[in-house]
């Protein structure tokens, strides 16, 4: 393909992020801005005047950094483990990982409480075993919670992308130094640690972003004390219906967050690091040592299972324990409309509505981040990384400030679709695609020119070579691109959640909506839904990687 | 596999184009109800609607009750509905202010106690009122012999410390209806006071409802705070949602004089909708016996036409208070934003 032609394959997602994602934020900038009293830099320099503000703001950065090197440090074991060792399982292990991604916060914090609350189980525990009359913990609406469920939710993130990398790393290098007589810490210090160092940087951007634009959690299980940038926007548009202040302080989020990005794509440009490292050239190579008595690596394994997965199972507990024992009375509930009300959510018909979107959003992410990717990954300079950080934004921007974009931007025809249930497909598709992007591109890039050029050479087609060479390694990447997309719109997470719809109520929403009464059954049923949707996730997840063999 | 996952594109795409066209003139005419997550209502009751109009009712939720009318403000040129359901008295000076509403004076509105009827102009009609009041778990203080609170001035004595949770007024509707209480209880000049007695008694603050009730307060599974800031009609819904069946409420409101907020919910006609008459026949729909009687087993709060016969559960469960706490929309509206501030700096830092 001619260069010239080239930039033809940027022009769809150029049109879809545009129309939907560009032109609603400059929409409701606009307006935001448009009574001369508030004024962009007149609101700029009153705000960074409040006392209030400059605190929101230091607060935002250094949870956020701290829960990146607090994830950082607890997932790398994990990653060294899963990078180094051959065992049953791995493959399952790492499909479990995916669960944090699609729980509501209304849902990781219930879990949280049944175990650490001070009715939790640990603090249950340790009453007894130490006869104690009060609690020993106490996390409630601390900072800790917060970084534990910040822990929680983008473990998966440092993990595939350590993982990944360390795995393709020669291992020569530390075996070298090793013979030479350095000690392993030595050698770890000297050699691995910066053979790693772009990956790690990769990964410390990614969570700081995600930690950086951190809501639910903060909101939930930070209480009134704590407040991000992202609470902020929100109680200032919803609740004190200053919109100039949420607008810029909004726009704040999106050039920090923009500088963030900037500098991942640079760096998986550079370094090949890669969030799906399962679908990267040089994995078929890789062969790890068995996994037998190593007594560190025993450890590894378990403290991740503790760390991921009883949350997990704290909830599915929640879920069958009723007041009579263990019993699926939840469950069956979910299927009974004892009160005939039109807003009764039959399970099913959300789980249609879920896997409708979720599939819907797949097959467009799907579509953009080929597109997008396909443009991308001759850049070899890096001369597209602004492009390509710009597609990552709508991940991190504020919610809030682009659902009521939507509002104003598409109140009038050919695109008056506020409405229309195309909308939260699009939504999703905005969070969704960039993943997508994340996983074809370091594959699409890990591809040896030279392989391309043997294939030639034998006498091949392009289109042979296109389909012998090329395509069974972007198939993997696609899928697991696609993955993530369905995790993403089944979870309905980020820039979903104010956009109006009629009725077409889906999993996560049963779920608020079973929160918002009061009465025992309805808690119940919000966890036996909770339960449905993580397993639905699973195998949905499963379904799709099937889908490469 | 290459050629059915192209079809399941083009399938899509279809469906997509489809739903993005389909609201064509030929079918009759919808008419969309603008509302927050909140509202429920019974399948049958709005199908009697649609019959008798030939017309097809569509529901639009968008948030919580401060999302939605954001929304519905922003959406002012285009209105996304015909009328918008679920504006209570604390967000009704922002929605008068921004003028989204038509005036309409429905038959019914006579028969509506004045004490709901806030708005002269009668571009917001009352539809139901519940009280936003202190639940608070009998079986607690029982066990522990401890009397139960019959005032909000008792929450300040020590035997109640540590046992209240209250929701963050500056982001929750309820906590916002709860600040609005003690205003109206201790004055302008009082309610700091007795809010620095809160906290010197341990108030516990959550973000929202959720967390306050099912986290903090002792009814859910983890809480360990007996009072909690809630509904009138949350027991008489613990009943109804309850695991086993209940001969008594597992908790009770406290609606003792001048401490709940009586929260009323509005109506109102968007400015600009296309199907005016239909609009105003669905708000005098709202005031029916049929739709009325059927409010308060799907929201937990009463139906604002008097007379309306109530569900078992709530004439055995439910009580109004007496002689609740309403301000002036005015005095909301001018007052709001600095006693969210106030209290801010009071409680939390």
Known sequence: MTSRLRYLLIVPPFIFVGIFFFYPLFNIFC??????????????????????????????????????????????????????????????????????????TMVTAAAFKALLGSRGVINTGLMFFLNLDQPPIHLDQTVYCVLMAHVFYNYAIVFRLVSGFWERCPKDLPEASQMLGASGLKTFFKVTLPILTPVILAASLLVFVFCFTSFGVILILGGPRLATIEVEIYRQAVHLFNLPRAAVVSLIQIVFTFICMRAYTEIESRSGVSLMPEMTVTR???????????????????????????????????????????????????????????????????????????????????????????????????????????????????????????IVAFDSPPLNIRTSIALPVFAHTLIAYPFVIRSLLPAWRSIPKCLREAAAISGASPWEVWCHVDWPILKRALLVGAVFSFAVSMGEFGATVFIARPQTPTMPLAIYRFFSLPGAMNYGQAMAMACILMVITALGGVVIERMAH | ??????????????????????????????????????????????????????????????????????????????????????????????????????????????????????????????????????????EWFNQKKIPFPKDLSDLTQPQYKSLLVVENPAISSPGLAFLF?????????????????????????????????YGQFSRAKGGTRPIVVSYGGSPPAEVFYSEKKLNRAPTAAMLSSKSAFRQIEFVGILKGTKHLMLAQKLVDFMLSPEFQKDIPLHMWVYPAMPDTPLPEVFVKYAQKANDPIILSPETISLNMQQWIEKWTTEVLH
């Open chain 1, 31 to 104: 307006i935001s801005f448009s009574d001369p009293a508030s004024r962009i830099v007149e609101t700029l320099l009153k705000l960074l005047e409040t006392p209030y503000f400059r605190q929101v703001l230091w607060f935002t950065t250094w949870q956020a950094g701290l829960s990146t090197l607090i994830t950082l440090i607890i997932a790398f074991p994990g990653a060294y483990v899963f990078s180094q060792y051959q065992f049953r399982g791995k493959s399952l292990i790492r499909a479990l990982m995916l669960i944090p991604f699609v729980l509501p």
């Open chain 1, 284 to 406: 078929t190579s890789f062969s790890g040592r068995p996994l037998k008595s190593n007594f560190f690596v025993w450890i590894t394994v378990g403290l991740l299972f503790f760390l991921l997965g009883s949350p997990l199972i704290a909830l599915f507990i929640e879920s069958i324990l009723t007041e009579n024992g263990f019993s699926l009375k939840y469950y069956i509930a979910l299927f009974n409309n004892d009160s005939r009300s039109i807003m009764f959510v039959p399970p099913l018909t959300a789980m249609i509505n879920s896997i409708f979107f979720a599939l819907s959003t797949t097959v467009m992410a799907v579509i953009m981040g080929w597109f997008t990717a396909a443009f991308l990954y001759r850049d070899t300079q890096g001369k597209a990384s602004v492009i390509d950080s710009m597609f990552m934004l709508p991940l991190s921007t504020s919610a809030v400030t682009l659902g009521f974009g939507f």
């Open chain 2, 1 to 138: 596999m290459k050629t059915k996952l192209f079809h399941c594109i083009f399938f899509l795409l279809l469906v997509h184009s489809g739903l993005i066209t389909s609201l064509d003139a030929a079918t009759p005419p919808v008419i969309t109800i603008m509302t927050h997550d909140s509202f429920a209502v019974s399948e049958g009751v709005l199908k009697l609607f649609e019959k008798q109009y030939q017309a097809q009712i569509k529901i639009l939720k968008i948030g919580d009750a401060g999302a939605a009318l954001t929304q519905a403000i922003l959406s002012k040129n285009n209105p996304l509905g015909d009328i918008f359901y679920g504006i209570d008295n604390t967000y009704m000076s922002r929605a008068l202010k921004a003028n989204i509403f038509e005036p309409y004076r429905p038959a019914l509105l006579s028969k509506i106690p004045d004490i709901l009827k806030i708005d002269v102009t009668n571009r917001m009609i009352p539809v139901d009122f519940g009280d936003v009041c202190l639940n608070y778990d009998i």
């Open chain 2, 181 to 213: 209480t003690t205003v109206g209880r201790f004055g302008e000049s009082g309610y700091l006071d007795f809010w620095k007695q809160l906290r010197a008694n341990d108030v516990y603050v959550s973000n929202g409802w959720t967390d306050a009730y």
